[in-house]
């Protein structure tokens, strides 16, 4: 979770002051005051759907891991 929403989270839902927010985080009074007077939306960054190099051997590997859990030690 971003910071951004950590200190909406403290400012609305917990309705703590800026003072205690910014004991809390570390940040100071002017910079809480900022994110929470700017209004602005952390984007949401998607990742694409990518193969793994592991896809084309996953029966195989799956294959060795059954065989060897049936081994006793």
């Known amino acids: ?4 929403n950590i200190i909406r989270r403290m400012s609305l839902r917990e309705k703590l002051s800026i003072r205690e927010i910014s004991r809390r985080t570390g940040l100071s009074r002017n910079t809480i005051t900022k994110h929470l007077n700017a209004g602005t939306i952390e984007p949401q960054f998607t990742t694409p759907d990518r193969q793994s190099k592991l896809d084309l051997f996953a029966d195989k590997l799956a294959g060795w891991l059954k065989t ?4 006793s030690r």
């Open 1 to 4: 979770m971003g910071l951004l």
């Open 68 to 71: 060897e859990a049936g081994k």
